[in-house]
């Protein structure tokens, strides 16, 4: 076993993949977060009928990068 390596037979690159996939998730949910907020409140509270696409397009798009993030954790996993 080479030094740094983890315990588990896990390959270090499998590992720096999976750390930059929850960075790009974590950074995409943040911004669909903050645009689902405007576009519920633009939606709800001013009327704004395209807010409303807003937060729906936000939702899916959150989702997406979980679902992303998720298939590529199995993968990895072999599962």
């Known amino acids: 076993m080479t030094a740094g390596a983890p315990s588990d037979g896990r390959a270090t690159g499998d590992v720096a993949i999976q750390q930059r996939r929850l960075i790009i998730t974590l950074a995409i949910t943040g911004v669909c977060a903050l645009a689902a907020i405007a576009g519920i409140v633009g939606g709800m509270a001013y009327h704004i009928g395209w807010m409303t696409w807003l937060f729906l397009a936000a939702l899916l798009v959150g989702f997406g ?10 993968k990895c996993r072999g599962g």
């Open 65 to 74: 990068a979980h679902l992303w993030f998720m298939v590529g954790f199995l």
